[in-house]
């Protein structure tokens, strides 16, 4: 779990929608340092398949683990360029 990645930064997006917290991590992701480790913590199911999506069809990011954690979603990106 989250205990094996170094995190720069946490990115809370709990109570926000589509599209908002793809938004979000795009933007934090952009301001970190390459091989940095953003968590983003969300309640949107949506996250999951939207985040992973996003992270797919961006070059210079990799999506490292989804957990759901009750109802909490929690997501690490990496800034790999």
């Known amino acids: 779990m989250s205990d ?4 720069a930064e946490t990115l809370d997006v709990k109570g926000e929608s589509c599209p908002m917290p793809v938004v979000k ?11 940095s480790v953003l968590e983003v913590l969300a309640t949107d199911s949506g996250s999951m398949s939207d985040i992973d999506g996003w992270a797919e069809g961006t070059s210079g ?7 759901e954690d009750g ?8 800034k790999t360029a």
């Open 71 to 78: 109802d909490v979603y929690k997501h690490y990106v990496e």
């Open 61 to 67: 990011v990799e999506l490292l683990e989804q957990v």
């Open 4 to 7: 094996t990645f170094d995190i």
């Open 25 to 35: 991590t795009k933007n934090a992701i952009d301001d970190l340092a390459e091989g």
